[in-house]
């Protein structure tokens, strides 16, 4: 990690080594654990390691449908300004980070759920915590799942991850006095059957999702938008993407814990049908890293927060 030193938060440490910090089967921090701004990413969908209990009735290239594919290395190289990226290693087809413990799919279980169930909607679509189809519907288990299963998963994937986020996040606000998390996702271009906003929805370059203004400063997320658009983006605000579990739970404005949900549309660097980046990944990627940089210029300095 380089130096950069201009004072007040810009006192980037350099550390001994590049490599991941935490680096396991449920989840991987690139760069520090403590921060180097009052910047902290995290990518709860990036994840290819299927586990061996999966029990899923699809192969693995069927699983990856509900993957943001290729998010963490777009972000990657933030690491080097001092700002940590969470990672999650297994797939979101397993259990889905930006979920509620408690958005429990009742349709998937085999017996009544005991635990505190705190529905989101999502089962609907069948994406709560554990997905029960993809996009396009077809269910992903040829059976319901036990008690046991689900609540391993909890245990094991989620309770892990959403400590790891609340850690770094907490690190950087004890540090500065302020955090600036930002929740990294991609999106398909088009919407499937089971899609937010209704089936052949053709989205927009970049959605911002603040749940409608109340997980972040709204000058944040008018910094954010603005300078994607005047790259030449199309950026939409909360629709049809407002943020889920992972922005509503670590923020809170009024005592500096700022949380923005970015979703970015594949089409942008991949090539969805083949799942490989395409020529545009550099460029986006180089915008990305600009978009950064702006953002810890702009909220990073101790006179932004007075």
């Known amino acids: 990690m380089f130096q950069h030193d201009v004072g007040g938060y810009f006192a980037f440490e350099p550390e001994e080594s590049t490599a991941p910090v935490i680096d396991d089967s449920v989840l991987i921090v690139h760069g520090p654990m403590q921060p180097g701004c009052p910047l902290v990413l995290d990518?709860?969908?990036?994840?290819?390691?299927?586990?061996?209990?999966?029990?899923?009735?699809?192969?693995?290239?069927?699983?990856?449908?509900?993957?943001?594919?290729?998010?963490?290395?777009?972000?990657?190289?933030?690491?080097?300004?001092?700002?940590?990226?969470?990672?999650a290693m297994f797939?979101?087809?397993?259990?889905?980070?930006?979920?509620?413990?408690?958005?429990?799919?009742l349709e998937l279980l085999d017996e009544p759920w005991p635990h505190e169930h705190r529905p989101s909607g999502k089962a609907r679509i069948g994406k709560a915590l554990i997905w029960r189809t993809l996009d396009d519907g077809r269910p992903i288990y040829a059976r319901r799942l036990s008690i046991d299963e689900v609540s391993h998963r909890i245990a094991h994937y989620h309770a892990p991850y959403h400590r790891t986020l609340r850690a770094l996040l907490d690190?950087?606000?004890?540090?500065?006095?302020?955090?600036?998390?930002?929740?990294?996702h991609s999106m398909n271009a088009?919407?499937?059957?089971?899609?937010?906003?209704?089936?052949?929805?053709?989205?927009?370059?970049?959605?911002?999702?603040?749940?409608?203004?109340?997980?972040?400063?709204?000058?944040?997320?008018?910094f954010v938008r603005s300078t994607l658009a005047g790259w030449g983006y199309d950026v939409a605000v909360n629709d049809p993407f407002k943020g889920v579990e992972l922005v509503r739970a670590y923020s809170d404005p009024l005592d500096g814990r700022h949380s923005l949900q970015l979703e970015i549309n594949k089409r942008l660097y991949m090539d969805e049908a083949t799942l490989q980046p395409h020529d545009g990944f550099a460029p986006l990627q180089r915008h990305?890293?600009?978009?950064i940089d702006g953002?810890?210029?702009?909220?990073a300095k101790p006179e932004y927060h007075g």
């Open 171 to 184: 690190a950087a606000h004890t540090r500065f006095g302020v955090v600036y998390h930002i929740n990294c």
């Open 190 to 222: 088009i919407s499937g059957p089971m899609g937010e906003g209704g089936a052949g929805r053709r989205r927009s370059d970049f959605v911002l999702g603040d749940r409608d203004g109340t997980t972040c400063d709204p000058e944040f997320t008018e």
């Open 295 to 299: 953002i810890v210029d702009r909220f």
């Open 43 to 87: 990518s709860p969908h990036s994840g290819t390691r299927m586990p061996a209990d999966f029990a899923a009735t699809l192969g693995a290239a069927e699983l990856r449908e509900g993957e943001d594919c290729f998010i963490d290395e777009l972000y990657r190289p933030a690491t080097e300004r001092g700002i940590p990226l969470l990672a």
């Open 91 to 105: 797939p979101r087809t397993y259990l889905d980070p930006n979920r509620h413990a408690g958005d429990v799919d």
């Open 288 to 291: 990305l890293m600009e978009l």
